[in-house]
């Protein structure tokens, strides 16, 4: 048998493995997926539930400002008018015509399942990158890149397998440390993988696994990427999340340290770890992670809320919003406000004037009890020690408001995205952003007969 024959029957047998390149279909106007979890058999319905296109806080982030483009892309979960079947999309928002063109559809995930919702990348080069996540192990997990800088009209399929929960950080001369979850033995693993092209990636390395697993939220300041998460004791799993630890790594993962800059071993694999800032198992409380940042010295911030049970409903009342703030010699826990479930999310601001702003659904919405609320903004001027009600952005509506999420280098005029849903049924859920100053919220077009529209002012 000649070499060119053996050589031609390889290359039949073994798919090569060339990027898939598509151009996505565009939709008609803007609709989140709406997704429940858990029914209750009472008056509450699900344990969360609502318009969850910007879900989950674990994935991060959705949106990124460039720069160079003058524009913020944004991904989330999107569906199709009355149809509960989510589709990731991807889109932007042009802050010099202030327009967004119709929404790409990149996947139609065949579930209705938002912990599918994809998250962004954005390289030095200005590649859109979306990461598609799976919630568990029955679906794949992809990458796609777009195949020209700072556009969404082209993408590559880059890479497939399986991740959960992802939070890819783009480090400047180095590539991707991408922070992740693996579904495994009963639990949730955390992990992390690099890569300098996004094409070719690392083995999986284990960062965390105690008892039942963890749930991460995760942010980056230059070389510097940091991770805070809880932990599921057994035998109660995620319901009986608890605990609050932090790590960094300022070398893409080589290396992990604590808070204080002592060298940290992982895998983390027991509930007493020098990476431990409260014992709150101790305490009886529950730990639901809201988002990470880092104060004007460089030191970390945690905004979370912490309740007496998962169930929905006043029984668990008070959910109180804490931040952990290091200060540099120790973590210093203080309490914020209250509101009324345990899926309230907000994003934490830390402004280079000193101003510290969180925008998050503290009011009871008009599905009191349930996932979200009305938006609120709140404002700090004392570094996190008193806070203030600033504004309502949202009053009077007919369905809540959730997850109200921060662009990376957040704009003054594109600052928070969300969406709306109705917390008890199915129903059609909108998208909006809002201004730093909280002065206006604009809703994103559902219905758009023309390439590009201006997002319509609701308040």
């Known amino acids: 048998m000649g070499r060119s024959f053996v050589l031609l029957l390889w290359f039949c047998l073994v798919p090569l493995a060339l990027p898939e390149t598509f151009r996505p279909e565009k939709a008609d106007g803007y609709h989140g997926i709406w997704y429940s979890n858990q029914p209750t058999g009472d008056e509450y319905v699900y344990k969360y539930s609502g318009g969850l296109a910007t879900y989950p806080q674990q994935h991060s982030p959705i949106a990124i400002y460039a720069p160079a483009a003058r ?88 890479w497939e397998g399986n991740f959960s929960y992802a939070n890819p950080r783009w480090v400047s001369g ?8 693996r579904y495994e033995r009963g639990g949730r693993s955390l992990y992390w993988m690099t890569s300098r092209d996004g094409l070719t990636w690392s083995e999986p390395q284990l960062l965390a696994r105690v008892e039942l697993g963890h749930y991460q939220i995760v942010q980056q300041t230059g070389r510097r990427v940091a991770t805070a998460f809880n932990f599921h004791p057994a035998p109660f799993g995620l319901n009986a999340r608890t605990n609050l630890y932090y790590l960094e790594t300022t070398d893409m993962g080589r290396t992990w340290k604590t808070v204080d ?12 770890h020098p990476a431990l800032v409260h014992d709150y198992r101790s305490e009886g409380l529950l730990v639901y992670l809201k988002t990470l940042e880092f104060d004007r010295g460089g030191r970390p911030v945690i905004l979370f809320l912490t309740s007496r049970g998962f169930e929905p409903g ?41 101003v510290w702003r969180i925008i998050a659904p503290t009011d009871p919405g008009p599905q009191p009890y349930c996932t979200g609320g009305e938006m609120v903004m709140w404002i700090s ?36 995205l969300w969406a709306d849903g109705d917390a008890k049924k199915f129903s059609d859920s909108a998208v909006y952003f809002t201004n730093r100053e909280g002065t206006a919220v604009w809703r994103l077009p559902q219905r758009m007969s023309s390439e590009f529209a201006k997002p319509e002012r609701v308040r």
């Open 174 to 181: 180095e590539g991707f440390l991408f922070l992740h979850t």
């Open 314 to 354: 006043p029984k668990n009342d008070p959910r109180v919003w804490r931040i952990a703030h290091w200060t540099g010699d120790s973590w210093e826990i203080r309490e914020l406000f209250t509101s009324d479930h345990n899926y309230d999310f907000g994003s934490l601001y830390i402004e280079d004037n000193r």
């Open 261 to 272: 800059g002592r060298p940290a071993p992982v895998p983390v694999t027991r509930p007493e």
């Open 381 to 416: 001027r004392d570094e996190g020690k008193t806070w203030q009600r600033a504004r309502s952005l949202t009053r009077n509506s007919s369905r809540n408001h959730t997850y109200a999420r921060k662009p990376v280098n957040a704009q003054p005029d594109f600052y928070a």
């Open 71 to 158: 524009k913020t892309f944004f991904c989330y979960g999107g569906s199709l008018p009355g149809r509960q079947e989510l589709l990731l999309m991807v889109s932007y928002y042009d802050h010099v015509t202030r327009q967004v063109p119709r929404p790409r559809i990149l996947l139609n995930r065949k579930t209705d399942d938002a912990h599918d919702n994809p998250v962004l990348g954005l390289d030095e080069r200005g590649h859109v990158w979306v990461f598609a996540n799976s919630h568990g192990t029955a679906r794949r997990s992809y990458i796609f890149r777009s195949t020209a800088p700072y556009s969404i009209d082209e993408f590559e399929r880059v």
